[in-house]
């Protein structure tokens, strides 16, 4: 449903916000995908299934993360998020206060 729902009338929207728009709500069916498989795959009893089911959850997280590749290329703002927060060690709130500078 999401993507189907744009809280501004199209018409007043320019061809990049709904691209992002597109993205984003792709981005939110590929994790919710991740989160429906992972579900699954845990409460079946069949091993062939659960292994079917977590090999589909898998699949989702990389297009989850292609999707979020394309986000970043576009939006300078969550490209300097991701570049201060991704593939830290340490406590996140952290890294926030030394990016922040407090």
Avoid: C
Wanted: net charge negative; charged share 35%; no cysteine.
């Amino acid at each position: 449903m999401s993507s189907e729902v744009l809280h501004t009338p199209r018409e007043k929207l320019s061809k990049k916000t709904l691209l992002l728009h597109y993205a984003i709500t792709s981005l939110m069916e590929e994790l919710e995908a991740v989160d429906w498989y992972r579900q699954r795959a845990e409460a079946t009893k069949d091993p062939e299934l659960a292994a079917i089911l977590v090999h589909n959850r898998d699949e989702e997280k990389e297009h989850a993360v292609m999707a979020i590749e394309w986000l970043r290329r576009r939006d300078p703002v969550l490209d300097g998020h991701m570049r201060t927060y991704l593939f830290t060690d340490g406590s996140i709130t952290e890294i926030e206060h030394a990016a922040e500078g407090d």
